[in-house]
């Protein structure tokens, strides 16, 4: 299946062939032709695959924390709030935030929901 570029239906196909081929030639330092060739690849499988279904792609806490705040939660020593907040040019609060976030979502991967509901988001 070849996604033809002109049609509105395969915009997100066209997408995703764009940043597959972007990541492919980043990550494994490939050709553009052969990073091309991949996210071709790469929609004609989800085509394939979810093709002419509904999907939903949730935005969970643990993808939305970034590389940064697992490095201040790493560099949390109990009561370093302040070093961190100079060393990563935010506010304390901030620190504060970002040290309670990231440790909701350690408990919630170590923890299991005694009632099977969706965990809460702050």
């Not at 330092?29 to 052969?34: I, M, Q």
Request: glycine share 4%; with cysteine.
């Amino acid at each position: 299946m070849t996604v033809d570029p002109a049609s509105k239906n395969a915009e997100l196909l066209s997408d995703l062939v764009i940043h597959v081929a972007e990541t492919t030639r980043t990550l494994c330092g490939v050709s553009d032709e052969k990073a091309i060739e991949v996210g071709q690849a790469v929609a004609d499988l989800m085509a394939h695959i979810w093709g002419g279904q509904l999907i939903y792609f949730p935005k969970g806490m643990i993808r939305n924390l970034s590389k940064r705040d697992r490095e201040i939660y790493a560099e949390f020593n109990g009561s370093n709030h302040s070093a961190l907040a100079k060393k990563h040019d935010v506010s304390i609060q901030w620190i504060y935030r970002i040290i309670e976030k990231v440790r909701l979502e350690e408990v919630a991967l170590r923890q299991p929901n005694l009632f099977n509901f969706p965990p809460a988001d702050r």
